[in-house]
Nanobody, 111 residues
Framework: VRLVESGGGLVQPGGSLRLSCAAS????????MSWYRQAPGKERELVAR????????SYAESVKGRFILSRDLAKNTVYLQLNSLKPEDTAVYYC?????WGQGTQVTVSS
């Protein structure tokens, strides 16, 4: 199982980013996919989750209405669209599936 995140970077408040998580080594469509984040000095927290069977998504209250989780079954990839970013969204974002973590991608929101 391998999960590779990309798309992080530095963005101003109010800006947007799209994170990608490319999956391999398992049947992508059969497993729930999740994004977590961890800010400095804080515990890792669940940001968004997608149910494998029908693609139903759920979000943490802090990101609801701003972040959008989607998937491309042909590319074995999940995407996390981050909109209306705030400084408190600054964290390392991790993809999680099949009890496996990706390496993470840094998102920094600052003016």
């Amino acid at each position: 199982v391998r999960l590779v995140e990309s798309g992080g970077g530095l963005v101003q408040p109010g800006g947007s980013l799209r994170l990608s998580c490319a999956a391999s080594g398992f049947t992508f469509s059969s497993y729930h996919m999740s994004w977590y984040r961890q800010a400095p000095g804080k515990e890792r927290e669940l940001v968004a989750r997608m149910v494998s069977s029908d693609g139903t998504t759920s979000y943490a209250e802090s990101v609801k209405g701003r972040f959008i989780l989607s998937r491309d079954l042909a590319k074995n990839t999940v995407y996390l669209q981050l909109n209306s970013l705030k400084p408190e969204d600054t964290a390392v974002y991790y993809c999680f599936a099949v009890q496996t973590w990706g390496q993470g991608t840094q998102v920094t929101v600052s003016s």
